[in-house]
């Protein structure tokens, strides 16, 4: 098994306790509302939406993908970090065991957030991950956010 790892850097106008909130606190009940395209619905399978909690997403019609599950791994609400494993739906292929996602928001200097995400993916076998077979699920996730600060713009009482 190898472990490939792929890390990127978004920006965002909205400090990190307030986008914090609305990306990973309450993400199960705000995506659906405004980006339900994407994703249709979350819920708990098991657990308490603590570290341990297993949650399942089901994608929008639109999407190539049915559902998802994953683990929450870690969830810092002081230091903004989140921490997920995605361990069952389609988008794992026989490829991939698993996927492990950490999201880390930090205070930039203009009083907004560096979003730092770094994914591993554990590959099953030899199998080599290239950043071009994980390009469109990066996009998604850029796209997503991106429809996420825009809400928090257009409504700047939320999540305060």
Do not use: W
């Not at 997920?84 to 292929?93: A, F, K, N, P, V």
């Not at 290239?130 to 257009?154: C, I, M, N, P, T």
């Amino acid at each position: 098994m190898g472990v490939f790892t792929y890390e990127t850097e978004l920006t965002s106008v909205i400090p990190p306790p307030r986008l914090f909130k609305a990306l990973v606190l309450d993400a199960d009940n705000l995506v659906p509302k405004i980006a339900s395209q994407a994703v249709k619905s979350a819920e708990i399978v098991e657990g308490d939406g603590g570290v341990g909690t297993i949650k399942k997403i089901r994608f929008g019609e639109g999407s190539e993908y049915s559902y998802v599950k994953y683990r929450i791994d870690r969830l810092d609400k002081d230091n903004f970090v989140y921490s997920y494993s995605l361990i069952e739906g389609d988008s794992i292929t026989d490829k991939i065991q698993k996927i492990c996602y950490e999201i880390k928001l930090v205070a930039s200097a203009d009083g907004g957030s560096i979003i730092k995400n770094t994914s591993n993916y554990h590959s099953i076998g030899d199998v080599e991950i290239k950043e071009e077979d994980v390009k469109a699920g990066k996009e998604r996730a850029s796209g997503l956010f991106k429809v996420v600060e825009k809400y928090l713009l257009g409504n700047p009482d939320a999540y305060n």
